[in-house]
């Protein structure tokens, strides 16, 4: 099962498909595209990011972007895959709406992945089948339709990472200022290489930044931007053909 809804227009994709693995190039727009990549199988699969294992058990879910390399050699077995781009729906610009950057996706953390158990399983099955409908109804609306069922994902998906994620001495406020800083970190870390830099951007002090970080796991701020510049140089060594004296 494929489906895809594309303006020409405005360069826009939506992608749904359940064989992620054997149907992604059938697309016709793949690059620069995030993914909720969904295990619905019973077993668990094997998965491979940035060259770094990952294993995917049953009703778990994780979200890739364009940043990440992801390889399916190691799984025979069917994943199922959403995939869209910024002009269907950028999630910076309606982060208001959804508040998952630096949760779901552009985070300087592990790979964030979260397990749909019995109490919400109905409810992510039931718009698996909505979801599937809606691409059988091409009229005018479709793309609104369907961009308000990615929204729907998006936000059942960040509810659950807030709670299975984060832990919960966490006032929602500290919950924003460490997405927040996670997803500066990801758009400023070839220029800012200082925890001040982002604090300023998020009107705290260092200080501040370091007591919630070390609330929050054990890596300090400082720690996330230097794992975030050695994360993109070891991407370059293995994705890219650029030397490593060019790369360093």
Same mark, same amino acid.
């Given at each position: 099962m494929k489906y895809e809804y594309r303006d020409s227009k405005l360069g826009a994709i939506m992608g749904f498909t359940d064989d992620l693995k054997n149907t992604l190039n059938d697309f016709s727009i793949t690059q620069n595209t995030i993914k909720f990549l969904w295990n619905r199988n019973d077993v668990t699969i094997q998965? /491979? &990011?940035? =060259? %770094?294992? &990952?294993?995917? /058990?049953? !009703?778990? $879910?994780? @979200?890739? @972007? *364009? $940043?990440?390399?992801?390889?399916?050699?190691?799984?025979?077995?069917? &994943?199922?895959?959403?995939?869209? =781009?910024?002009?269907? *729906?950028?999630?910076?610009? +309606?982060?208001?709406? &959804?508040?998952? !950057?630096? %949760?779901?996706?552009?985070?300087?953390?592990? %790979?964030?992945?979260?397990? %749909?158990? /019995?109490? +919400?399983?109905?409810?992510?099955?039931?718009?698996?089948?909505?979801? /599937?409908?809606?691409?059988?109804?091409?009229?005018?609306?479709?793309?609104?339709?369907?961009q308000m069922l990615l929204k729907r994902l998006i936000i059942m998906s960040t509810r659950l990472a807030k709670e299975q994620l984060i832990v919960k001495t966490l006032n929602n406020e500290q919950i924003d200022t460490i997405r927040k800083f996670n997803f500066l970190v990801d758009l400023h870390y070839k220029t800012k290489r200082k925890v001040s830099d982002y604090a300023e951007l998020l009107f705290k002090s260092p200080k501040t930044l370091s007591n919630l970080f070390s609330i929050y796991n054990q890596k300090p701020p400082q720690q996330i931007i230097l794992d975030r510049v050695a994360l993109e140089a070891k991407r370059m060594m293995h994705f890219t053909e650029k030397q490593n004296q060019k790369i360093a």
């Amino acid at each position: 099962m494929k489906y895809e809804y594309r303006d020409s227009k405005l360069g826009a994709i939506m992608g749904f498909t359940d064989d992620l693995k054997n149907t992604l190039n059938d697309f016709s727009i793949t690059q620069n595209t995030i993914k909720f990549l969904w295990n619905r199988n019973d077993v668990t699969i094997q998965l /491979a &990011v940035d =060259n %770094i294992p &990952v294993e995917l /058990a049953p !009703n778990q $879910l994780m @979200t890739v @972007t *364009y $940043l990440h390399h992801v390889s399916f050699k190691e799984t025979t077995l069917p &994943v199922t895959g959403i995939l869209f =781009n910024r002009p269907f *729906y950028c999630i910076a610009d +309606h982060d208001s709406e &959804v508040s998952c !950057n630096g %949760i779901l996706f552009f985070g300087t953390q592990d %790979i964030p992945i979260i397990t %749909i158990d /019995a109490s +919400h399983k109905r409810k992510f099955e039931l718009w698996h089948e909505v979801f /599937a409908e809606e691409f059988g109804t091409p009229d005018t609306i479709q793309g609104d339709m369907l961009q308000m069922l990615l929204k729907r994902l998006i936000i059942m998906s960040t509810r659950l990472a807030k709670e299975q994620l984060i832990v919960k001495t966490l006032n929602n406020e500290q919950i924003d200022t460490i997405r927040k800083f996670n997803f500066l970190v990801d758009l400023h870390y070839k220029t800012k290489r200082k925890v001040s830099d982002y604090a300023e951007l998020l009107f705290k002090s260092p200080k501040t930044l370091s007591n919630l970080f070390s609330i929050y796991n054990q890596k300090p701020p400082q720690q996330i931007i230097l794992d975030r510049v050695a994360l993109e140089a070891k991407r370059m060594m293995h994705f890219t053909e650029k030397q490593n004296q060019k790369i360093a």
